[in-house]
């Protein structure tokens, strides 16, 4: 059993200092220590971590001009790692997060070592209290936060991505900024082959929180759920899965503003490129659906 060379890597916007420090600190507590820790300044400038926190194996932090957004942040991060070239597994964190046990890398580790297909692997995340919240549990319904298994998608908030997954799938789609990424690369892993895997027992805690937080939430959304549909999906599946999330969304906001929102970013997903087409092959689809999740919801 070769046992993969793992890497944690963080991406803030400097808005989270007490959080980052505490996180970074939770990572130097692991049994098995990362080889690398990567953390992107997304649009700020960062202090220094390492001496200050004692952290384990090579630190290197990165300072980008602009905030590119999560996908984008994280594409810094993996760029930097793949320049070293002495990387099997990135385990991506928020940066507001928090690894409450100390064995999670470790664990990491052996899923990856006892399984050469295994490309992403699905963290569960709770609040203060222990709660999983319904839309970070990777199934569809009310399904059990503590059912683990093979799974269709993965959080952003915690997962952990090999990396010859990635020279064969690409990298975060960037240009979705926020929303969506996750299941952009997850339906790429599952079309060449690659396995996702939620993981219950890996645990990062999170403040619980809403994503329409974000002010810009409404209409990324949409444009990345047409862009999604646009560039994944068989042609005769993309009307089917924007009609279903388009009642679902009616049903689901309360608010005038944020559907006029959801909208627009829906009319902005339509009339502006996509990006790269590369949609997925019939028998993914199928593989999908028997594991409790067809595209077209």
């Known amino acids: 059993m070769v046992e993969p060379r793992i890497a944690v890597a963080v991406v803030t916007m400097g808005n989270r200092p007490a959080e980052v420090d505490a996180l970074l600190e939770s990572v130097a507590k692991q049994d098995l220590a990362p080889a690398r820790i990567v953390i992107v300044g997304n649009g700020c400038r960062l202090p220094e971590f390492a001496r200050r926190l004692s952290l384990p194996g090579e630190v290197t932090t990165v300072d980008v001009e602009e905030n590119l957004g999560c996908p984008g942040g994280r594409n810094v991060a993996l760029a930097r790692l793949r320049e070293y070239g002495d990387i099997d597994v990135v385990v991506e964190l928020d940066d507001d997060g928090l690894l409450v046990d100390a064995d999670v890398l470790r664990r990491v580790r052996d899923l990856y070592a006892a399984d050469p297909r295994l490309g992403i692997v699905a963290f569960r995340i709770a609040d203060e209290k222990g709660e999983t919240q319904q839309r970070h549990v990777p199934r569809v319904g009310t399904s059990d936060p503590m059912r683990g298994g093979y799974v269709t998608g993965f959080l952003g908030g915690a997962h ?45 805690r999170h403040p619980k929180t809403s994503p329409a937080r974000h002010a810009i939430y409404h209409r990324v959304t949409a444009r990345n759920r047409v862009w999604l ?23 689901r906001t309360r608010s005038a503003a944020g559907l006029r929102a959801w909208f627009g970013g829906f009319v902005e997903g339509v009339r502006q490129p996509a990006g790269e087409r590369r949609p997925m092959r019939w028998r993914t689809v199928w593989r999908l659906t028997r594991l409790g999740r067809p595209p077209v919801i």
């Open 160 to 204: 952990a991505l090999s990396t010859a997954m990635l020279a064969q799938t690409g990298d975060w789609p960037a240009e979705f900024f926020f929303a969506h990424e996750e299941t952009d690369l997850a339906w790429r892993a599952a079309d060449a082959g690659w396995e996702i895997l939620y993981a219950p027992e890996l645990l990062l």
């Open 229 to 251: 549909a646009r560039r994944r999906l068989p042609l005769v599946l993309i009307p089917v899965h924007l009609a279903v999330w388009t009642l679902l969304t009616l049903l």
